[in-house]
């Protein structure tokens, strides 16, 4: 079992910047990539960002140029700094770990809120 904790979410100004923290633990060997996914009421889950084992990341498009993820292999963690925000960034977002066993869903976080509004 792998348990997703995070934490960093609030409310900003458009233009200002937040920084999310999701720390795994438990069955740490079952993890591949982390990441961030992020949901607005009523519409699907979006992926933003994810981080492999090796530390490479990758982005949605929307986020390019504003959105840095970034993974601590020694505490298992993965951050996601966020500039540049804006109203449309408002949502859940949530850490999301990729399982390596096959017959095991991936992982997920409880969800911070991130509100951005002037």
């Known amino acids: 079992q792998v348990h997703l904790v995070e934490s960093g979410g609030g409310l900003v100004h458009p233009g200002e910047s937040l920084k999310l923290s999701c720390r795994a633990s438990?069955?740490?060997?079952?993890?591949?990539?982390l990441g961030w996914y992020r949901q607005i009421p009523g519409k699907d889950r979006d992926f933003v960002a994810r981080?492999?084992?090796?530390?490479?990341?990758s982005y949605a498009r929307f986020v390019r140029g504003r959105f840095t993820a970034s993974r601590d292999s020694a505490t298992n963690t993965v951050f996601l700094q966020m500039n540049s925000l804006r109203p449309e960034d408002t949502a859940v977002y949530y850490c999301h770990a990729q399982s390596l066993v096959p017959s095991r869903p991936d992982y997920w976080g409880q969800g911070t809120q991130v509100t951005v509004s002037s």
């Open positions: 981080v492999g084992p090796d530390g490479t990341p």
């Open positions: 438990g069955s740490i060997s079952n993890i591949g990539a």
